[in-house]
């Protein structure tokens, strides 16, 4: 059974079922780009291990074509028992050898990037200090105890939670969320504005003066969802006690200019969804943005930051010059310079953290190295066989 | 041709056989695969961490790391400061600047911040920072600045060569004048340092001066000057922090951040208030001493939108100051309207068990401006006169 089982993984045959299945795969995501977006899409159809129907339900889901991560795992597992099957030390295949494993570094490199890289941005006005980056993709629902006096206390709950509805408790909140409503893309309108029809979005905070609706997906590459969420805050029942009275319903949304408090257990809570951050032991003040045109034109030429990087663990206190092609990488984090806003009011460093970044490099070493032994054997071989052909 | 010694199922023997004397690492390796799909990164995990409510560090606009932790051994940033702008100290250092030089807010660092301008956009930045203990030493420091305009490293030959000393009242200060222009730096503002370094008692004291090279040189006797005046005196207890004084007229405040994108916006400020870097959340900060080194402390921010109503901000402040949430019935006879220069801003003043807080809000342009002041209650009746006065003297459109 194992031979069969051997044969069956490195054979030629899986290996085109995973390129015919990769190309229906790629064909159908794009499609549904029309419908979703590009980046849903990566998420639903290329970075999973299954493309699920539907996409996103709490009750049952079905499998209906494996995704990116799984035909590129195939892929690799094919590859390399391929490799490991066929492998013979030989000088005329040493190249073919080295070249097949510099793909493998290569295939296993991508889908590393793809489970462990992050991406994220850093907007920075000049003189702002900053030690988070932000997910412009992803949202979270930040719920802060500021009863201390120094630090507080974030419970950070991804937007996917959100997504799915129903009650969330955790350890570091003394009563639960109920998720009331989840709207992707969202639209917010003061009551009064919003039609006879309309209701308060939530009982309590701003949100019992807006209306929200909701609206058709943000599919072009640089839109997003307004994505926004009624949760009800509710204490946990203990003991016999089944229901317990609720603090009421607050409407949560990254549109809304301030952020909305309560009080429970004799401290005062904060509510905010926000883009997901990821803090960081160091930070980054802003202290100039350079942007160049070409003359006579709004064509951009060069722009640049200026930053100082201050880490107290470290003792770093420097500026840094971020300008294209020269990233700042620092603590596995390498900052580009990604973008600005209008008017240059603010500088935008793309921030992405990738454990495997060198293995594009070392693969393509590897495969060139690999391509050019192959080459240059069979010339010297070729060369040998006309030198070795005796004269007619 | 080379003899193939291998037939189809030989070659697949081969491969078989390698895999049965490799069994346990090839299983190895499939399980590793297979447990990094199922263990790879949950986006859906649920994250509790703690941060601090204060700003992350910050690097003071135009200062350089020489006044601040770096390499070397120098403290870190937090550390005590024995005479500077921090709460409780009987200390300050005082001295002269010439009458051409700006006043500027002073960040946690400084204590002592200065603009000095030039023609044709010319700028240079004029800073005194102290730092506890040899805070990394002169020759450590002075090539951190070097770094900083893009130099190579001097020995300490080359600096006794380089050095001139003046004298002040703290004592020796080393004084350096150094040139050069760091890559993507703007020439306006940048190419020059001329810098002092003294150690007292009170720890090393760093004076500076960076920017424009030729702005730097004609302001380099003055710099000197100045710093032969800077002295170590006792500070009156309870008086506000250090030097240098504030002006003396009231200041028609410009917003405290140069931003194209900030909108328009002018007050008046009571002499007493002191202008305080503002932290990101904030358009402008101020601070008033009080007696037993009681502070007020007067915000104005500016949200989108209505910057989440009345209510909910009357009630967040009503928390803030240990007071039970109101209605919306309740709120009404608590908001006084005041008249400002161009419009008219809706005022509260709520006494709490922890703090007194004076508010008042506008909604213009579609935005929504907070002005905030929130201290002891002794503190914020003393202040509430110079409050109002502030809010009657604010013009959203000048």
């Known amino acids: 059974m194992w031979h069969r089982l051997f044969d069956f993984v490195s054979s030629l045959k899986l290996t085109i079922i995973c390129l015919v299945a990769s190309i229906v795969l790629v064909f159908a995501g794009t499609l549904a780009q029309v419908n979703f977006g590009i980046h849903e899409v990566q998420q639903r159809y290329f970075q999973s291990l299954f493309v699920w129907w539907p996409a996103v339900s709490q009750g049952l889901r ?25 492998f013979r030390w030989t000088w005329r295949k040493f190249g073919i050898q080295l070249t097949h494993a510099g793909l493998i570094v290569m295939l296993a ?10 991406e994220s941005f850093m907007r920075l006005t000049p ?72 209701g308060p979005a939530a009982t309590e905070g701003v949100g019992s003066r807006l209306a929200v609706s909701e609206i058709p997906r943000a599919t072009a590459e640089n839109d997003r ?40 257990a004799g401290k005062t809570w904060r509510v905010e969804m926000r883009a997901a951050r990821y803090y960081k032991p160091y930070s980054l003040t802003l202290r100039k943005f350079t942007h160049e045109r070409i003359a006579g034109t709004e064509i951009p030429k060069n722009f640049a930051s200026r930053v100082a990087l201050i880490d107290p663990d470290r003792k770093e206190d420097r500026d840094v010059l971020i300008y294209m092609n020269h990233p700042l990488r620092y603590r596995g984090e390498t900052f580009y310079q990604s973008g600005f806003e209008k008017d240059d009011t603010a500088t935008i460093l793309q921030v992405v953290h990738n454990p495997s970044f060198v293995a594009p490099y070392i693969a393509c070493i590897i495969v060139g190295a690999g391509l050019l032994f192959q080459f240059l054997y069979h010339f010297a071989e070729f060369s040998r066989k006309r030198n070795t052909v005796p004269a007619p | 041709m080379r003899k193939n010694l291998y037939t189809t199922d030989a070659r697949r023997e081969h491969g078989i056989d390698f895999v049965r004397s490799h069994r346990t690492l090839f299983y190895s390796g499939l399980f590793l695969l297979c447990a990094l799909f199922s263990g790879c990164k949950d986006k859906d995990e649920i994250k509790v ?34 005479s500077g702008a921090t709460a409780g100290q009987t200390s300050q250092l005082t001295g002269n600047p010439p009458s051409n030089w700006e006043v500027q807010p002073l960040s946690s660092m400084r204590q002592a911040s200065y603009l000095v301008k030039g023609d044709n956009g010319a700028m240079a930045d004029i800073s005194l920072v102290t730092l506890a203990g040899a805070a990394g030493g002169v020759l450590d420091n002075i090539n951190r600045w070097l770094t900083q305009l893009g130099q190579p490293a001097i020995t300490a030959e080359q600096l006794a060569q380089m050095a001139q000393h003046v004298t002040s009242p703290l004592g020796d200060v080393t004084v350096v004048d150094l040139e050069g222009l760091p890559q993507g730096a703007d020439a306006a503002k940048d190419g020059r340092i001329v810098g002092g370094i003294a150690s007292s008692d009170a720890g090393t004291i760093f004076f500076k001066m960076r920017g424009n090279a030729a702005l730097a040189e004609a302001q380099k006797e003055a710099f000197k000057q100045w710093i032969a005046t800077v002295k170590l005196t006792e500070a009156p207890a309870g008086a506000a922090p250090a030097a240098p004084p504030a002006p003396a007229a009231p200041v028609a ?36 001493a009080g007696q037993n080194n009681e502070t007020a402390d007067i915000s104005v921010s500016v949200f989108g939108g209505d910057g989440g109503g009345d ?33 008219e ?54």
Request: include cysteine; proline fraction near 9%; charge should be negative.
């Open chain 1, 62 to 86: 079905i499998p209906v074509f494996p995704g990116g991560h799984l035909l590129g795992g195939v892929l690799l597992v094919n590859l390399i028992t391929a490799h490991v099957r066929r």
């Open chain 2, 311 to 343: 209510l909910g901000n009357v009630n967040r402040w009503r928390s803030q100051i240990g007071l039970e949430a109101v209605g919306d019935a309740e709120l009404k006879p608590l908001i006084v309207p005041v008249t400002c220069k161009d419009g």
């Open chain 2, 49 to 82: 961490y703690r941060v601090s409510k204060a700003e992350p560090e910050s690097a003071a606009p135009g200062v350089s790391p020489a006044e601040s932790p770096g390499t070397g051994g120098m403290p870190p940033m937090s550390a005590p400061v024995e």
């Open chain 1, 127 to 198: 003189g702002e200090t900053k030690n988070y980056s932000e997910d412009s993709r992803n949202m979270e629902l930040a719920v802060i105890d500021e009863s201390d006096k120094e630090l507080d206390q974030v419970t950070a709950i991804p937007d996917g939670l959100l997504r799915r509805g129903g009650t969330i408790e955790h350890g570091s909140l003394p009563f639960r969320i109920i998720v009331r409503h989840f709207y992707q893309n969202s639209q917010l309108q003061p009551l009064e504005k919003a039609g006879p029809k309309a």
């Open chain 1, 225 to 264: 969802d307004l994505e926004c969420a009624v949760i009800e805050i509710a204490p946990i029942p203990t003991g016999s006690e089944v229901t317990a009275e609720s603090l009421g319903t607050w409407l949560v949304s990254d549109q809304l200019g301030a952020p909305q408090t309560f009080q429970y």
């Open chain 1, 109 to 118: 490199g991508g889908l590393f990037t793809d489970l462990f890289a992050v």
């Open chain 2, 345 to 398: 801003i809706l005022t509260v003043d709520m006494t709490g068990p922890k703090a007194h807080i004076l508010a008042g809000w506008a909604r213009v342009d579609g935005q929504s401006w907070f002005f905030k002041l929130i201290a002891p209650d002794q503190l914020a009746v003393a202040e509430k006169a110079g409050f109002a006065k502030f809010l009657q003297s604010v013009q959203f459109h000048p």
């Open chain 2, 253 to 288: 405040a410009a917003p405290p951040m140069a931003d194209a994108e900030k909108p328009r916006i002018k007050w008046e400020v009571p002499e007493d208030w002191k202008t305080v870097a503002p932290t990101s959340m904030r358009y402008a900060s101020f601070a008033v």
